[in-house]
């Protein structure tokens, strides 16, 4: 079984219409997944799911 590479995928939201986020993963692969939220350059958390 060989090793991907790692992905980075990056969104920049101008501006929210109400305070909540929603993350669909519907199109993401079977595999293990890693979620960052980053504030000013700084982690404020970090979860990992698995998409089976």
């Given amino acids: ?15 929210f219409l109400d305070k909540k986020i929603y993350i669909n993963v519907n199109h993401l692969e079977k595999g293990d997944y890693e979620l960052r939220v980053i504030n000013k350059n700084k982690l404020i958390v970090k979860t990992t799911f698995k998409k089976k």
């Fill in 1 to 15: 079984m060989s090793k991907k590479e790692n992905v980075k995928y990056e969104a920049n939201i101008n501006q």
